[in-house]
Nanobody
Framework: QVQLVESGGGLVQAGGSLRLSCAAS??????MGWFRQAPGKDREFVAS????????TYADSVKGRFTISRDNAKGTVYLQMNSLKPEDTAVYYC???????????????????WGQGTQVTVSS
């Protein structure tokens, strides 16, 4: 099993930046992703990155503002969030997939391990 621990969340003003980190331990996870859940809403896909970092994909709502990256040597995945908006306020979850070696994944049920989440609050 893979254990995932997120960090880096917090309170930021609109237009600001945050970088989330997700430290993985245990078994190797291949595709990694970030999801988020705002109050009263379903959890939604944010970004995904392939095992070798050659493929990334983003939700339209964050494209051009967020960047996902990973350092396999450190077992860490990052989400750099720039030009933050109040609508980005949510709990952000790191997710890992140990079944599919190649590519990226955008559906929750394609991930089999999850972190506990980190709160991101963007004030207007």
């Amino acid at each position: 099993q893979v254990q995932l621990v997120e960090s880096g969340g917090g309170l930021v003003q609109a237009g600001g930046s945050l970088r989330l980190s997700c430290a993985a331990s245990g078994r190797t996870a291949y595709t990694m992703g970030w999801f988020r859940q705002a109050p009263g809403k379903d959890r939604e896909f944010v970004a995904s990155i392939s095992r070798s970092s050659d493929i990334t994909t983003y939700a339209d709502s964050v494209k051009g503002r967020f960047t996902i990256s990973r350092d396999n040597a450190k077992g860490t995945v990052y989400l750099q969030m720039n030009s933050l908006k109040p609508e980005d306020t949510a709990v952000y979850y790191c997710a890992g997939n140990t079944r599919y070696y190649y590519g990226v994944r955008i559906k929750e049920n394609e991930y089999d391990c999850w972190g506990q989440g980190t709160q991101v609050t963007v004030s207007s």
